[in-house]
């Protein structure tokens, strides 16, 4: 059975860091999954924001998460990471981990079949 659990939200002035994870429990556990971040702040859509493929560990990121961002999995690729780096109050949202077998359109969250819990993000002054 698939699951996934985020921990690792919270509250931080803009400028501050938090880094999410995310237990990732995929089978079969040799397949290359597309495992990543997505987000939805109140009354928008979900957006993507970092995804990696857990065969090439080549991360993905939305424009305006570039160079703040890190998406990364752990040597036994059973947790997913997001460092957030310089946070804006823009970043606010919850944030979602979600997972897929096959891949269309990266950040396209109906090409993800698994999704965990969400963990909030808070960013204000």
């Known amino acids: 059975q698939v699951q996934l659990v985020e921990s690792g939200g919270g509250s931080v002035h803009p400028g501050g860091s938090l880094r999410l994870s995310c237990a990732l429990s995929l089978y079969p556990v040799d397949s290359g999954w597309w495992v990543g971040w997505f987000r939805q702040a109140p009354g928008e859509e979900r957006e993507g924001v970092a995804v990696?493929?857990?065969?090439?560990?080549?991360?993905y990121y939305t424009d305006s998460v570039k160079g703040r961002f890190t998406v990364s999995l752990n040597n036994a690729k059973n947790m997913l990471y997001l460092q957030m780096n310089s946070l804006k109050p823009e970043d606010t949202a919850m944030y979602y981990c979600?997972?897929?077998?096959?891949?269309?359109?990266?950040?396209?969250?109906?090409?993800?079949?698994?999704w965990g819990q969400g963990t909030q993000v808070t960013v204000s002054s």
């Open positions: 990696i493929n857990t065969g090439s560990e080549i991360p």
């Open positions: 979600a997972a897929s077998t096959t891949m269309g359109r990266i950040f396209d969250q109906y090409q993800y079949e698994y």
